[in-house]
């Protein structure tokens, strides 16, 4: 039996507060929530943890999820540069690149199955690891929940990002205390 991992660094629990904000973050209402991995520095989700499988009995593979605006749109930008095709061609040619992302892609199998499984996505994580950087959305969510030194493509993502946004500065248009003076 592997050796448990130790909990997630900012995991906290999702409030009904949390949900009104993610629905407004994202435009939709988010479905199997576990928890906060990450929050802004304002309070607000920033990674949302879902379960493996959805209510409605969908199998799930983004556990670890990104929500935070300013961080999705970072993250857009950065994809839009062409940086997915250039980094999935150094990973093709740098092993030691490869080991360190595929004990991110591990990471993620276990942390997930931390909540559940479902059998569909089994061995699948996100992001296209372990093989390919296919979504910055994934492995940035995953660096920002985990912290420094999980996934090598989160954590360049994060710092190449942070001339416009970081966790520690926020950047949100609806922040808790917003919905608070509200109401809501």
Known sequence: MPTPLEPL??????????????AQQLGRTMRGVHSIARRCACGAPAVVRTAPRLPDGSPFPTSLYLTL???VEACSRLEARGLLAEW????E??????ESYARAHERYLERRAELGSAEEIEGVSA???PTRVKCLHA???QALAEGPGVNPFGDRALEMAASDTTIEQ???????AMLEEEGA
Do not use: K
Request: aromatic share 2%; hydrophobic share 30%; with cysteine.
């Open 170 to 176: 926020c950047r949100c248009e609806v922040t808790p």
């Open 69 to 71: 605006p300013s961080m």
């Open 127 to 129: 992001g296209g690891m």
């Open 9 to 22: 660094p900012f995991e906290t629990e999702a409030s009904e507060r949390d949900l009104t904000l993610m």
């Open 88 to 91: 999935t061609a150094e990973l």
């Open 93 to 98: 040619g740098n092993e030691e690149l490869q």
């Open 139 to 141: 492995v940035v969510g």
